[in-house]
């Protein structure tokens, strides 16, 4: 089944401790990205990645960092969590140079509450 | 001001009701609408894409584009309980890294 995975799906931390949200695809998708959603703001951009070892910063990357090693799996890491993180987190890929029914195919998603 | 506005909801309507869901925007450089439904605790399915301007219909639903005005539109016939969900429409341009921008979703309510 093709699908985008992450884990953890909840998660409650204490400020300053380091965190990792992972998210693997198995549609040997090039492109991949994090969002956030918060309510009355929507859904925004931390990061994205166009390919393997290719990242860039979306609309609000300030505490986050990311990495693609690999094409499947796309973490993200926060080091240094804070309150203002609390948030729900969603991981999307998608195909490159395709559009249509190929646009972004979102995870199951990641509450994560920091205290 | 936000680059999409979409009315927050909630929207309540009786079952077998049409239901119309609407965004306007302001980045005329956008050419690619979609739809999507989130269920809650769920993440975002894409229900409709449209590229331009014009109508595409699936089923029940018709999404319209009028890129001259600036406004979208899903459109939902003989509506059913299951498609209680939030609608969230989204857009992006030709380049900027495939970025979507969301609109802040609908929140939808189709009673028995």
């Known amino acids: 089944e093709a699908q985008v995975t992450q884990n953890p799906r909840y998660l409650i931390t204490v400020t300053g401790k380091k965190l990792t949200v992972t998210c693997s695809q198995n549609m040997n998708h090039e492109y991949m990205s994090w969002y956030r959603q918060d309510p009355g703001l929507g859904l925004r951009q931390i990061y994205y990645s166009m390919n393997v070892e290719v990242t860039d910063k979306g609309d609000v990357p300030e505490g986050y960092k990311v990495s693609r090693k690999e094409k499947r799996n796309f973490p993200l890491i926060l080091e240094s969590p804070s309150p203002n993180q609390t948030s729900l987190y969603f991981c999307?890929?998608?195909?490159?140079?395709?559009?249509?029914?190929?646009?972004?195919?979102f995870g199951p998603g990641t509450r994560l509450t920091v205290l | 001001q936000k680059e999409v506005e979409q009315d927050p909801g909630p929207l309540s309507v009786p079952e077998g009701a049409i239901v119309s869901l609407n965004c306007t925007y302001s980045?005329?450089?956008?050419?690619?609408f979609m739809w999507y439904r989130q269920y809650s605790r769920k993440g975002p399915e894409l229900l409709m894409y449209?590229?331009?301007?014009g109508n595409k219909e699936d089923g029940r639903f018709t999404a319209q584009v009028d890129k001259s005005s600036k406004y979208i539109s899903l459109f939902i016939r003989d509506s059913q309980p299951s498609d209680s969900a939030t609608y969230l429409c989204a857009m992006r341009g030709t380049g900027g890294g495939n970025k979507l921008t969301f609109g802040t979703g609908t929140q939808l309510k189709v009673e028995l």
């Open positions: 449209t590229y331009s301007s």
């Open positions: 999307a890929s998608r195909e490159v140079g395709t559009s249509g029914k190929n646009e972004q195919f």
């Open positions: 980045n005329s450089a956008f050419q690619y």
